[in-house]
């Protein structure tokens, strides 16, 4: 069965220093994995994804993930972080031809940047 | 334009009482989902709809009854509601191979069971 494992529930950091929220998964078959936001009261949007081929994978606003196969883990990473990046962050996981889509969470990390 | 929208977004009622919370999304999606989100912010599937047919029902009480009158809407009623009840509840919306694309999350209904 798959599982996801988000090894820190919080992780408070200073404006400007750099972040690396962590996740690992379980499974017995090739996995496509997701990082997704939750800013406060709102739902969640997609950050990243990993479906193939380049094991670092980029989003937009500056996060990047790697893909890491022998050590089952896909952690988040942020050279410099913003106030404005404080958030939940959620680790999920799913495989190809899943019937139904559904996607596995992690317990997600709070991440509080402090000023 | 909202692409997943939930109402209510905030939902107060008593133990016992019946409610529904309506879900719809308008971007030609044809696989909708509920999530509910407890009080530790752990998010668990509990149904998914697939143009209108019920593909996974993760063992949720039989309380809970999704409904989905087509393609872009999948409804959600509670009845006899409990205590445990309370969470966030969240609608989302994919293309029929979530893994390609990722889900689109509607913004959840709060509900408190007191």
């Known amino acids: 069965a798959q599982s996801v494992t988000q090894l820190d529930s919080q992780v408070p950091v200073f404006e400007e220093a750099p972040v690396e929220l962590r996740c690992n998964y379980s499974?017995?078959?090739?996995?496509?994995l997701f990082w997704y936001v939750q800013y406060p009261n709102q739902g969640l949007q997609l950050l990243l994804k990993y479906l193939s081929g380049s094991t670092l994978v980029e989003s937009i606003n500056g996060f990047e993930a790697e893909f890491n196969k022998s050590q089952t883990s896909f952690h988040l990473r942020k050279p410099s972080v913003h106030i404005s990046d404080t958030a939940e962050y959620f680790c999920a996981v799913t495989y190809p031809y899943n019937q139904g889509g559904k996607l596995i969470f992690g317990q997600g990390t709070e991440l509080s940047v402090k000023p | 334009d909202t692409a997943v929208s939930q109402t209510p977004k905030y939902l107060v009622t008593q133990m016992g009482n019946d409610k529904s919370i309506k879900c719809e999304q308008n971007l030609g999606h044809d696989t909708m989902y509920w999530y509910k989100q407890d009080s530790k912010k752990f998010l668990k599937i509990m149904f998914s709809y697939n143009n209108k047919e019920l593909i996974i029902n993760e063992t949720v009480p039989n309380r809970f009854s999704p409904k989905s009158p087509d393609k872009a809407h999948l409804n959600l009623h509670i009845n006899s509601l409990e205590l445990g009840d309370s969470a966030v509840y969240f609608c989302?919306?994919?293309?029929?191979?979530?893994?390609?694309?990722?889900?689109?999350f509607g913004s959840g209904t709060r509900l408190t069971v007191v």
């Open positions: 499974s017995s078959v090739s996995v496509y």
């Open positions: 989302a919306s994919s293309l029929a191979r979530a893994q390609y694309y990722g889900y689109t």
